[in-house]
C-alpha cells in the first residue's frame, strides 16, 4: 500500500454533495449579507464565525427566520464567560418553532414524530395532530395553575407524550426536566427535588428487553418525596388504571385547543439537564429557550444538515441530553424517530433494523453499540436496506479507529460517518459533523461554527497537533444560563472556569490537527499522566478491547504517597474467557504494540463488571478516589451509578493495598 493510500480520507463528499449542503447555501447567502468569506470552503466560515461572532449568530437567527415577538437590542450584551448575555429585549417561544412545519397545509399530515416500540412496528404522529395534542395540553397545565418558570417534569420512556409534554411545557413557558424510568426513585428524587415541579407526568412501566417492568411503586414513592406536587398525569403504557389522586393524560389531550405560545425573554428557562453527577447531587444545569433554539438550528440544520424529508433516528433515553437535542429535529421540518426499547432486542442488528423500517437519513448511535456490532459480526449493509441513511453519528464516547472501519466496510463505502463531542453542559457538539469535509479515520471533522474550541497546555497556550485541555475560548448561546440552587454561581464557576479563568475547561484531552480536525482522548480529570505524559484513558479501551476475551475494561493512574505512580488495568471477561497468563502477555503486547510501552499497566486485575454512570460512561473518577482510600459515600452519589455493588471490589482492593 503506497503511503499516499494511507493519507487518503476514509470518506469526501463530492461536489454535488458539498454544493447542495445546507451549510453551503447558508454560506454564500452570509457572504452576500453578511460579509461572510464566500470562498476558502469550511474553514474560512469557522474562522469567521468565530472572529465575529455577534454577525455570525445573527446570520443564523436570520437564515432560520427566527420569530422574535419584539426585537432584540443587539445579539450579545456581554462577552465575560460566564454570564454572558444573548439577545437581550427579544421575546420568543422554542415550542412555537418546534411546530412551525404543522402551519404548512403541504405537510401538515406528514409525520412529525414516528414511534418505535420493542415490537419494531412503526406508528406515525402527524405534524397536525403533535400541534393540537400540544395546544390541548398546554390549555389543561394553564388550567392547573401552571405558570412561566414553574417546573414541570416527565418520569417516561422515549415515547411521544414525552415529546407533547415537553412542548406543551414550553409553551407555557415552564420549565421541563426528564428521568427515564430505569433510573430508581433515589436517583429520580436527587434530581427532581432539587427544582420541586409543579407537574409529574408518568407511566406505570416500561418495557425494555422484551420484559414488562412495572414502575408503580416508585411513581408512588415520587408522589410521596415531592410535596411541591400539584398534578400527576397517569400514562397507562402497560394498560394500567391511574392511582388514586391521578389525571390521564387521555383526558388531557382530548381538546382541540390552538396552541398560545407564551413570549419569554431570549434567556427564559426551557430545561433542566443534570450532570452524571458522580459526586455530591447531580449538578441541575438550566439552558434557555432561546439559546437551545439558536444553538440546535446551528447544530441540526447546518452540521447535521437537516431539513424536510429527512428522518432523524438517534438511540437515547430521556435521561440523557440526546433526547432534547433529538426532538429538536422538529425544528428543521424533519421527521423525528422514537425508539423505545433496548438497543440489542431481540439481537445485536435491532437498531439497523428500526433504521430500515423508518426510512432513518441520519442515523445516531453509540460508540459502544458500533464496536458491539463489529464483535458480534453484523452485517448491516448486507442484512438490511439502508439506501436512504446519509450518515452514521455516534458520541458517548470517542468512536475508535477500528469503529470507523467497521461502519465504512460494513454499512457502505459511500458513508459520512460523523463522530460528534459536546456535552449535557451545553446540550451540543463542539466539534463533529460537517457535511462537506472529508471525513479521516479516527477523527472528527471539525470544531463546531461559532466555537472558538482550542487545545491548551497547562499554562494557557494553544497547541496544535499536542494534546492539552478542550477549551472554548468565547461564549455559546446554549452554555448554562445558570445552575439550579446556585445562588452566587460559585459552583458553576468551580465546574468549567477554576483552571482557566474566562475560559470555559470541558474536562476532555483534544489534539487539534494540523488540519484542523479534532481527536478525542478521553476525560482529563481521570487521566493518566505518567513520567509527565499525559494519556487518555480512550486509547488503551480501543487497542484492550479488540481482543475477544475482553468484554470490558478500566484504566486508572494513581499518584502514590511516595511519588510513585500506579496504573493498574481492570479487566472484565467474556465468558469463558481466563486471565491467564497468556492472555495478560498479548494484553500487554497489544498496548505496546499499538500505542507505547509507557501505556502498559503495571498490573491487570480480573473484576465482576465495570461500573457506569445512569448515562452509559464508565466511572473513572470515582475509582481512582476509592482506591486513594476515599470512603464509598464520599467517593460517589450511589443514585448516580448503574451497579454500586461493582464498586464493592474496588473498596476491598483499597483495602488491601493499604494493608
Known amino acids: 500500500m503506497t503511503e499516499a493510500a494511507h493519507t487518503a480520507p476514509l470518506w469526501q463528499p463530492d461536489q454535488e454533495r458539498i454544493d447542495r449542503a445546507g451549510v453551503t447555501r447558508f454560506q454564500s447567502w452570509a457572504a452576500e449579507r453578511y460579509g461572510a468569506p464566500a470562498e476558502g470552503g469550511y474553514a474560512a466560515l469557522h474562522r469567521w464565525s468565530v472572529d465575529e461572532l455577534e454577525t455570525f449568530w445573527q446570520a443564523v437567527a436570520d437564515w432560520f427566520d427566527v420569530r422574535f415577538s419584539t ?64 395546544g390541548a395540553l398546554a390549555a389543561e397545565l394553564r388550567a392547573l395553575g401552571v405558570r412561566p418558570g414553574d417546573r414541570v417534569s ?126 455530591g447531587l447531580p449538578k441541575a444545569i438550566v439552558q434557555s429557550q432561546g439559546g437551545i433554539l439558536l444553538e440546535h438550528f446551528k447544530q441540526l440544520g447546518l452540521h447535521c444538515d437537516l431539513g424536510p424529508g429527512d428522518r432523524f433516528f438517534w438511540y437515547t433515553s430521556t435521561g440523557w441530553m440526546m433526547w432534547n437535542f433529538l426532538v429538536s429535529g422538529l425544528l428543521t421540518g424533519t421527521t423525528v424517530v422514537l425508539y423505545d426499547g433496548s438497543p440489542g432486542y431481540p439481537d445485536t442488528g435491532a437498531q439497523w433494523r428500526i433504521a430500515e423500517r423508518t426510512g432513518a437519513t441520519l442515523f445516531g448511535t453509540s460508540a459502544a453499540y458500533v464496536m458491539a456490532c463489529r464483535k458480534a459480526d453484523v452485517h448491516p449493509g448486507r442484512d438490511y436496506d439502508l439506501s436512504r441513511i446519509g450518515c452514521v453519528a455516534t458520541t458517548g464516547s470517542p468512536l475508535p479507529p477500528d469503529g470507523f472501519r467497521w461502519l465504512h466496510d460494513e454499512v457502505r463505502e459511500d458513508l459520512w460517518i460523523a463522530s460528534v463531542s459536546g456535552g449535557t453542559d451545553v446540550c451540543s457538539c463542539f466539534a463533529g459533523a460537517v457535511p462537506t469535509l472529508p471525513v ?41 444560563i445558570h445552575f439550579w440552587n446556585d445562588p452566587d454561581g460559585s459552583r458553576y464557576r468551580d465546574s468549567y472556569f477554576e483552571m482557566f479563568p474566562g475560559a470555559w475547561r470541558h474536562g476532555d484531552w483534544i489534539t487539534i490537527t494540523e488540519r484542523g480536525s479534532v481527536i478525542i482522548h478521553g476525560r482529563s480529570d481521570s487521566t493518566l499522566n505518567r513520567q509527565g505524559v499525559r494519556m487518555g484513558s480512550a486509547d488503551i479501551y480501543e487497542a484492550v478491547e479488540r481482543l475477544p476475551e475482553i468484554r470490558e475494561s478500566l484504566v486508572i493512574g494513581l499518584e502514590e504517597p511516595d511519588g510513585g505512580y500506579w496504573m493498574p488495568l481492570f479487566v472484565h471477561l467474556a465468558p469463558g474467557a481466563t486471565l491467564d497468563d497468556d492472555l495478560r502477555a498479548r494484553i500487554k503486547q497489544t498496548i505496546r504494540e499499538q500505542l507505547s510501552p509507557r501505556h502498559v499497566p503495571d498490573e491487570i486485575i480480573e473484576v465482576p463488571g465495570v461500573p457506569h454512570t445512569l448515562t452509559g460512561k464508565r466511572i473513572e473518577v470515582p475509582v481512582k478516589r476509592l482506591l486513594q482510600g476515599t470512603a464509598l459515600d464520599k467517593a460517589v452519589n450511589p443514585g448516580s451509578v448503574d451497579n454500586l455493588e461493582l464498586l464493592r471490589f474496588y473498596e476491598d482492593l483499597a483495602r488491601e493495598r493499604r494493608g
Open 71 to 134: 426585537p432584540y437590542e443587539r445579539v450579545l450584551a456581554d462577552r465575560t464567560m460566564p454570564g454572558a448575555r444573548w439577545f437581550p429585549g427579544a421575546t420568543l417561544n422554542y415550542a412555537e418553532h418546534a411546530l412551525r412545519t404543522a402551519e404548512d397545509p403541504a405537510r401538515a399530515d406528514e409525520p412529525a414524530l414516528l414511534h418505535v416500540d420493542e415490537t419494531h412496528e412503526t406508528v406515525p404522529i402527524s405534524w397536525a395532530e403533535l400541534r393540537r395534542q400540544v
Open 154 to 279: 416527565g418520569y417516561l420512556p422515549n415515547i411521544p407524550q414525552a415529546v407533547t409534554a415537553l412542548l406543551a411545557t414550553a409553551a407555557v413557558g415552564a420549565v421541563w426536566t426528564s428521568c427515564a424510568p430505569d433510573f430508581g426513585a433515589r436517583s429520580v428524587l436527587d434530581r427532581f427535588q432539587q427544582v420541586e415541579p409543579v407537574v409529574l407526568f408518568t407511566v406505570d412501566g416500561y418495557r425494555y428487553g422484551g420484559k414488562e417492568h412495572d414502575r408503580t411503586d416508585v411513581v408512588a414513592e415520587l408522589r410521596r418525596e415531592l410535596p411541591t406536587l400539584r398534578a400527576v398525569v397517569h400514562i397507562p403504557l402497560l394498560g394500567t388504571e391511574a392511582p388514586e389522586g391521578a389525571l390521564e393524560w387521555s383526558e388531557l389531550t382530548a381538546g382541540a385547543a390552538e396552541p398560545a405560545f407564551e413570549q419569554v425573554p431570549f434567556d427564559h428557562p426551557l430545561w433542566v439537564l443534570y450532570s452524571s453527577g458522580t459526586t
Open 440 to 480: 479521516e479515520i479516527g477523527e472528527l471533522q471539525a470544531p463546531s461554527l461559532g466555537t472558538d474550541l482550542q487545545s491548551w497546555d497547562p499554562q494557557g497556550k494553544p497547541l496544535i497537533g499536542e494534546v492539552g485541555e478542550l477549551v472554548v475560548t468565547n461564549p455559546m448561546p446554549s452554555m448554562p
